[in-house]
Every structure is written in structure tokens, then in C-alpha cells.
């Protein structure tokens, strides 16, 4: 399948090998059936609450691979449809999460003029734990209805293979949930069975260090955000959310800046206040990332592993893209399972490690990239055409 407009350049280290014909074949924008969705009600009686969902399903109705969506500030579960109706049209289950008290209702109630306090006193500490609770949750009811004869998701759930996402308030969710620290409480708020999270527009900590709240993070993290995503609600600008990924530990955690993306790229349509049009590469870009990333870590499929690493053997701390702005695709980076040796663990590794900057013009005419050390590093290319 052909990407019109966009191509990623991987900085890679000596010793890059040739790419698999498995892998070559990878496409993680390629679709089958159509999928289907559903909607249905988690009651939760313990907390006397109602946590509304809606189910994206893969046309096979064996037991597929979960992945639940947490919507941001004022968002509910119709949200962001692209991304469950291609997660599931690959074969995932994809549960869209709708929490009460910081979802649409909180705008939608109130007067016109009102409606900012009323979302800005949403994004509380209250509805932050009642959100991470609302997952375990819907985890808890998903394995309920799997195994009740008749309903809807019955045999269809495999509960051993789930992952987490969500954008903006989402992503702050997500990120509790799957390995966040939080000072002397710890991580917590960490559910055990998730194996795997994609954060979109992640968020640092207000209070504290950065590197004490994500050091400790063991499951494979993707983070995805804009050289423009700020939100109009909180003070989430983009330095905090990109002080989120170097203060993960090495293993498997990645991610992806869109070039000129605003908050509302990650969702489905542009939001009043926006500053430019949005880039159809941006949603591409999104969707074959993260399908990537959920095949790789939810059905450890080595192929699509490979071909988030670049297809090849890359330096130990990080893969790097730069490429033309224009085009969609700011920088994409990735850490790996090895740690960074001898005097350079913590630090930027030197020399054949160091990410490559460049230029690509998407038309083959013109590459140009800069390294102190060139002959450490060799530079591969992925056009439309080998993706």
C-alpha cells in the first residue's frame, strides 16, 4: 500500500542487515472486512456508577486481542472512530471507554459562557481516579461477558492479550494505568493485565520529576504528539509532553512527533481555535504506527516488530527520523531492550549512536543529513512504495 506524501528515514548504526521478505511484506495499513461496533453499559454497583462503551469488533468471532480507548477532556465513546474501526478491521477488539463526569455532558449541560469553567473544573483529581477506576472496571466486566453464554462478546474477548490507549486526559489515564509512578503512593494505580499503552499527546507530571514517574515503566510504551499540541484546558504545553520519553527506561518504548499537529490531530475532526489545516499523513502516520505497535506487543508478531525498528539492527538507546515538516512526520524515535554501555548509560550515546537530522522531499530528489561522525552512521530510506 502506497503512503502519498509521506516517507520516514531511519538513522541506523554500522552493522544495519537486510530487510526479511516477511517483513518487507508488513503493511500495517492494510485492511480486510469492515468492522462492525456495539454498544453497551458497564455497572459498576460498588461505586454506584455507569461507565458507557462502545465495542469496535473484527469480522472472525474467535477471541481477539483487547484494546481500550480513553477519550480526552469533554469526549465520549463515539470519539476518535478511525483509530477502532482500523484496530478492529486488523483484528483487535477495540473498547472505547466513555467516563461520566469528564466526558461531553460536562459542556453540553452547561451555558454557552459557562462551558469553559465547567471543563476546566472537570480536569480534577477526583475524575482522574474515577477514570483509572473506570478501567479496571470495564477489564473486570469484559472478562464477565466473555464467558456469558449469549452475550453479544461472548468467546470474543482474549483477556490475556490487552493493551491501553487514550488522548490528551486519555493518555493521562492510560498512563497511570500501565506503569506511571506517583510519588509515595508508586504506580498504584497499575493494572496488571494490561500489556502494552499508546498515549497520545502524554502529559508529565505537574508536581515532581519526570524521571521518577516514568524510570520504572516496564511495559512497551508508544507516545505520539505535535510540535504544536497544546491544550486549551490545563497547562500541558509541548516541552512537558516531550519530557515523557526520554524519561523512560530502555525496552521497547517509542515515539512519534507529528510536525505542525495541534491537539486535535488525534481525534476526528479539527477543534474552534485551530491555527492551520489538518494533514491528512497526520491520521496515516497514527494509524500505522500504532497497528504496528499492537501487533508487535499484543500478538508478538516479529514482523511488524521489525518493522517499527527499521528493519534492521539500530543503536541501542534510539532510532530517529527527521524529515520534511510539510509532509506530516517531525522525528520518530524508539528505545531499545539494551542499555546504553560504559560511560555513556545515562547520557546521549556518542559517535555511531548519535540520531542523524535531515530533509527528505518525498519526491526522491533530495536527502541531506548532518552527524558530527558521518561514517558512523548510515542512513536508510523508506519511500511509499517499500512500506
Not at 8 to 14: N, Q
Not at 16 to 29: E, G, I, K, V
Not at 63 to 88: C, K, M, Q
Not at 297 to 318: F, I, M, N, T
Request: net charge positive; hydrophobic share 40%.
Amino acid at each position: 500500500m502506497k503512503w502519498p506524501g509521506i516517507a520516514i528515514a531511519l538513522t541506523v548504526g554500522a552493522g544495519w542487515s537486510a530487510t526479511t521478505a516477511r517483513t518487507a511484506a508488513y503493511d500495517p495499513l492494510a485492511l480486510g472486512t469492515p468492522a462492525t461496533h456495539s454498544d453497551h453499559v458497564v455497572r459498576d454497583g460498588a461505586r454506584k456508577r455507569e461507565i458507557p462503551l462502545r465495542a469496535y469488533l473484527p469480522a472472525s468471532a474467535s477471541p481477539a486481542p483487547i484494546v481500550l480507548f480513553s477519550h480526552g477532556l469533554g469526549g465520549n465513546r463515539a470519539g476518535s472512530a478511525y483509530l477502532g474501526e482500523h484496530w478492529a478491521a486488523r483484528g483487535y477488539v477495540a473498547v472505547f471507554l466513555q467516563h461520566p463526569g469528564s466526558d461531553d455532558s460536562v459542556w453540553k449541560e452547561a451555558p454557552r459562557d459557562q462551558r469553559r469553567g465547567a471543563m476546566t473544573q472537570a480536569a480534577s483529581g477526583r475524575n482522574f481516579v474515577l477514570r483509572v477506576q473506570d478501567v479496571g472496571a470495564v477489564l473486570d466486566q469484559l472478562e464477565s461477558w466473555s464467558q456469558a453464554a449469549g452475550h453479544p462478546l461472548a468467546g470474543r474477548l482474549d483477556a490475556a492479550r490487552v493493551g491501553m490507549s487514550g488522548h490528551s486526559f486519555g493518555a493521562v489515564t492510560t498512563q497511570a494505568v500501565s506503569g506511571q509512578s506517583f510519588g509515595k503512593v508508586g504506580a498504584r494505580f497499575t493494572d496488571r493485565r494490561i500489556r502494552a499503552a499508546i498515549a497520545l499527546s502524554p502529559s508529565s507530571p505537574r508536581r515532581g520529576d519526570a524521571a521518577a514517574a516514568f524510570g520504572s515503566v516496564a511495559r512497551p510504551w508508544m507516545l505520539m504528539t505535535g510540535t504544536r499540541d497544546t491544550a486549551p484546558i490545563g497547562d500541558a504545553d509541548v516541552a512537558s509532553r516531550l519530557r515523557v520519553f526520554p524519561s523512560l527506561p530502555p525496552g521497547d518504548k517509542y515515539e512519534l512527533v507529528l510536525a505542525d499537529a495541534e491537539h486535535s490531530a488525534f481525534g476526528d475532526r479539527a477543534l474552534p481555535g485551530d491555527g492551520a489545516p489538518r494533514n491528512p499523513n497526520h491520521h496515516r502516520a497514527i494509524l500505522a504506527l500504532s497497528t504496528a505497535f499492537w501487533d508487535a506487543y499484543l500478538r508478538r508478531d516479529e514482523a511488524a516488530r521489525a518493522w517499527l525498528r527499521g528493519r534492521g539492527r539500530v543503536p541501542s538507546w534510539r532510532l530517529a527520523t527527521a524529515i520534511s515538516s510539510s509532509r506530516g512526520v517531525a522525528a520518530w524515535g524508539a528505545r531499545r531492550p539494551a542499555r546504553p554501555t560504559g560511560r555513556s548509560r545515562g547520557r546521549s550515546p556518542r559517535s555511531g549512536s548519535r540520531p542523524t537530522t535531515g530533509r527528505y522531499d518525498f519526491l526522491g530528489q533530495a536527502f541531506a543529513r548532518s552527524t558530527k561522525r558521518p561514517s558512523r552512521v548510515s542512513t536508510r530510506i523508506f519511500s511509499p512504495d517499500s512500506m
